[in-house]
């Protein structure tokens, strides 16, 4: 099994980045006060590399700043219909909210992907999606 839960985060996010595809592997995410079966059968409808720069041209029009460098381990929760239901910022580095609220401008950033997501396989009778992946503040 892998969490999201904050205890091991690191190491969840370790394996699941290296195993998550397996087809044997079952994954669960902790939402709603219990754990909840989840697929990650689902990305981005333009690829990664696109997320990415979507990512980067956001952040740099909302905020122009001195945190460069820095980066946080995200998740984020689809129900059924891929309607964004919860984001996580896991871990962050480099940057703090003491100046500015990051965490916020990111959660923001990925809401507003909703709607450019895609299932990679033909699972109907899945209720949740999981994705995660690492925004970089260049």
Same mark, same amino acid.
């Given at each position: 099994?892998?969490?999201?839960?904050?205890v091991?985060?690191?190491m969840?996010?370790?394996?699941?980045?290296d195993?998550?595809?397996?087809?044997?592997?079952?994954?669960?995410?902790?939402?709603?006060?219990?754990?909840?079966?989840?697929?990650?059968?689902?990305s981005?409808?333009?690829?990664?590399?696109?997320?990415?720069?979507?990512?980067?041209?956001?952040?740099w029009?909302?905020?122009?700043?001195?945190?460069?460098?820095?980066?946080?381990?995200?998740?984020?929760? &689809? #129900?059924?219909k891929?309607? $964004?239901?919860? =984001?996580?910022?896991?871990?962050? %580095?480099?940057?703090?909210?003491? @100046? &500015? #609220?990051?965490d916020?401008? $990111?959660?923001? =950033?990925?809401?507003?992907?909703e %709607?450019?997501?895609?299932?990679? @396989?033909?699972?109907?009778?899945e209720?949740?999606y999981?994705?995660?992946?690492?925004?970089?503040?260049?």
């Amino acid at each position: 099994e892998i969490g999201s839960g904050l205890v091991g985060s690191e190491m969840c996010i370790r394996d699941r980045l290296d195993t998550a595809k397996s087809p044997k592997l079952e994954i669960f995410y902790y939402f709603g006060k219990e754990f909840q079966k989840v697929s990650t059968d689902i990305s981005y409808t333009d690829g990664n590399e696109s997320l990415r720069k979507y990512q980067d041209s956001l952040y740099w029009a909302n905020y122009n700043g001195d945190e460069i460098n820095g980066s946080c381990l995200y998740t984020i929760l &689809f #129900d059924e219909k891929l309607k $964004i239901q919860e =984001i996580r910022i896991v871990k962050r %580095g480099g940057y703090n909210n003491s @100046k &500015f #609220d990051y965490d916020g401008l $990111i959660k923001k =950033i990925l809401l507003s992907t909703e %709607g450019k997501w895609k299932k990679t @396989k033909d699972t109907h009778s899945e209720n949740w999606y999981f994705t995660m992946g690492r925004f970089r503040v260049r």
